[in-house]
């Protein structure tokens, strides 16, 4: 594939960097691609796993000469990132990020983007509850969507991070950020809120019932307890950083939570069944759609291939 990008500098070194980084090599859509973490030792993983072309010990010597710079940092720590790196980003470079929300982080990492930097949000549909330097893989992208927040950068910026994304194998849409995170709200970030809440609740239950919980555990709680295995910091600044949507969401699905409460109590198995056959529907669209198999695995269809 044709190189898209003379030198990328993936800031964080974590799931998405390390999968975007043996994508972009695998493909040869960069000539060279460093790296920013900033632990020692996640740099030490990364030198010894060679997971990117060169990693570089400050975040300036990273950014420096770079022509597309991507932030894969948790969303609360994007500020202070982006207002460290700003004195030595190249004019004319694309500075992107991988952030689980959009509003917040075009709110505080916009202001510090120099004049004649472009800045181009963007959100990789795609994931594991695997962090660090050693859960990347190349194929974590494939089939899946990324969406770019265009906002006003140049059409021809865009079209070129919209090829990187799809050259990583991605499908690739745009939309404006309130919208994003709304999609989000309902489709991830409150899933992700009853998950931890149902592993919270069954893990009060376990003192009551000893290891029953863990021993009988089904498919959908299993699930669930893969879900909230998610990296911790991420998903608290997930949160703290769409709070508006998660919030409106969440208000939605209690309403709904009570009138299927009530449903039960009064029996009435016609709400009951109604109700099921629309969300029967849904779950068959998406598998339609190919985003998931019928296998439940709540859309984790890319397995870390070992
Ligand atoms: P990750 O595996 O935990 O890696 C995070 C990286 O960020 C690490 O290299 C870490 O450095 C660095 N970092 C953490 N806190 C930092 C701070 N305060 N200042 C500077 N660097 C810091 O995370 P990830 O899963 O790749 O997630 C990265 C971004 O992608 C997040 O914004 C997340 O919302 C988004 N995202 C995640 C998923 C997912 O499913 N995981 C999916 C789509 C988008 P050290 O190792 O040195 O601590």
Known sequence: MAVIYDRVALIGLGLIAGSMSLAMRRDGLATEVVGYARSAETRATAREIALVDRVCDTLAEAVKGADLVVLAVP???MEAVAAEMAPFLKPGATVSDVGSVKGAVIATVGPHIPEGVN???????AGTEHSGPRSGFAELFENRWTILIP????????????????????????????HHDLVLAVTSHTPHLIAYT??????????????EVIKYSAAGFRDFTRIAASDPTMWRDVFLNNKDATLEILGRFTEELFALQRAIRTGDGDHLHAYFTRTRAI?????EAGQDTAAPNFGRVAEKKT
Not at 119 to 125: D, T, Y
Request: hydrophobic share 45%; glycine share 10%; charged share 30%.
């Open 151 to 178: 906002s006003g950068a140049k059409p021809d910026e865009v079209a070129k991070l919209r090829a990187l994304w799809e050259g990583m194998g991605a499908n690739v849409d745009e939309m404006d950020a309130d």
């Open 283 to 287: 779950r068959r669209g998406i598998i």
């Open 75 to 77: 969303v609360g720590a």
């Open 119 to 125: 800045f181009i949000p963007a959100h990789p549909l």
């Open 198 to 211: 149902m592993v919270g609740v069954a893990d009060d239950l376990r003192r009551v019932t000893d290891s």
